[in-house]
Structure formats: structure tokens, C-alpha cells
């Protein structure tokens, strides 16, 4: 059984850019939620995707999206890169049942991303 | 905003003792609770969890302690050893689809 991975481990990014972040979920797990994290702090909810959509959101402006691929793969893109945005970018996947509800998460290893 | 805080950012302990972390949860509708550790350049790992209708549970070495009436959780490592330093967040689960996580306690175990 596989586990979470997401790609690239690390990244760089000029303010002003656009980045897609890729998750690839554990096996057998429906559901994926982002979360940020910056440096020294816990992480933040983003939003997750259950059956290919939106299932709930974080206080996250628009210009972070996502997407949820028909083999629960997930990407997270973020537009217009702020250097706030710089953080630890984490994807944890789920076994979500008909209600949307879920409980375990597996986290992957995340991906540091640096807008300069 | 909303956030699930713990009382201590950094925690000491000597290798063998016991270790206690403690976190305050801000939602008393919350059902479900998590500890997780996370080491450097690694994501969140699960250690315990407990839902909201127990106050206790212990794995192997850890406990978990939930205390409703004041909202407060607390994690208690027996004979901490090095493999344990690493950060330690609770989370709480909130609705139906989102987990909030508090700062974070910094683990040390000094030889």
C-alpha cells in the first residue's frame, strides 16, 4: 500500500507567478485536503476535493484552486504567487463515506514552496 | 481566528521521563481529536486519537486525556526517548470536512 506523495519536494517562485502543486492519494482513499503551513506554525486548511469537487473551503482567497482527478489524484494552483505564500504546502487523502464526512488522514511529506 | 493553542512551545525532557502536552481546543461541538507528530521535513504523522464521547485512551506508550468541561487535551509520552523529539500538534475535527490544528509543542529529549 502506497502512501501519500506529492511533487516537486521543493520549489521556487518569483512573486507574481503562477505554481501547480500534485498529489497523488493513498490506495484507496476518496478524499484530499491541502493545507498550508508556514515556518513555526501548525497547518492551515485550504480545501479539500471529494468526488472531484470542492467540498469545503478555508479562508483562502480565490486565486488558490484546485482539482480532484478521476483517480483521486489532486493539484493545487496558486495564482499571482505573494511572498507570504511561502510556506510548506501539505496534502493529506482520506477515506471519505457518502456524507463527505472523514476522520484518518495520511499526510505526505509536502512540498516547500519559496516565492522570491 | 479559529485555532486549537497549546500552552507550551518548547518542552525539555530527560531521556526516561515522562513527557506532557497539553493543547486547548476552541470548539466544544468538536467530536474528534487528534494528536499527530511531525519531524523535520516530514509531514504530520499520526500518534493517537480520540473522539469526543471518551476522556481517555492510551496506545503503545502514549496517552491521550480529553477534558471536555474545560476544553483541553493533553498527550502523555512514557519514557520519553530521542526518536521522540520532533513537533506535536493537536488537532481538533471541525464540521464535517476540515481538521484545525493549533502551533505546535517542540518536543527536546536530552541524553
Known amino acids: 500500500e502506497t502512501g501519500v506523495t506529492q511533487s516537486p519536494t521543493h520549489l521556487i517562485k518569483t512573486r507574481g507567478q503562477q505554481v501547480t502543486l500534485r498529489c497523488s492519494s493513498q490506495?484507496?482513499?476518496?478524499?484530499v485536503s491541502w493545507y498550508q503551513q508556514a515556518l513555526g506554525q501548525g497547518p492551515q486548511f485550504i480545501f479539500q476535493y471529494y468526488r472531484e469537487e470542492e467540498n469545503g473551503r478555508g479562508n483562502f482567497p480565490p486565486r488558490f484552486s484546485g482539482l480532484q482527478f478521476p483517480n483521486y489524484s489532486s493539484e493545487l494552483n496558486v495564482n499571482a504567487l505573494e511572498l507570504d505564500d511561502s510556506a510548506l504546502y501539505l496534502c493529506a487523502s482520506s477515506l471519505a463515506g457518502s456524507g463527505g464526512s472523514n476522520y484518518g488522514y495520511t499526510f505526505g511529506s509536502g512540498t516547500r514552496l519559496t516565492v522570491v | 481566528g479559529e485555532s486549537v493553542g497549546l500552552h507550551l512551545p518548547t518542552l525539555s525532557v530527560q531521556e526516561g521521563d515522562n513527557s506532557i502536552i497539553n493543547c486547548a481546543y476552541s470548539?466544544?461541538?468538536?467530536?474528534?481529536f487528534i494528536w499527530y507528530k511531525q519531524e523535520s521535513g516530514k509531514g504530520p504523522q499520526f500518534i493517537i486519537d480520540i473522539r469526543s464521547n471518551m476522556d481517555k485512551r492510551q496506545g503503545q506508550r502514549v496517552t491521550v486525556l480529553l477534558n471536555k468541561t474545560v476544553k483541553h487535551l493533553s498527550l502523555q509520552i512514557a519514557a520519553t526517548q530521542p526518536g521522540d523529539s520532533a513537533v506535536y500538534f493537536c488537532a481538533e475535527h471541525s464540521g464535517t470536512y476540515k481538521y484545525i490544528f493549533g502551533t505546535g509543542t517542540r518536543l527536546k529529549v536530552l541524553a
Open positions: 470548539n466544544s461541538a468538536s467530536d474528534y
Open positions: 490506495s484507496g482513499h476518496n478524499t
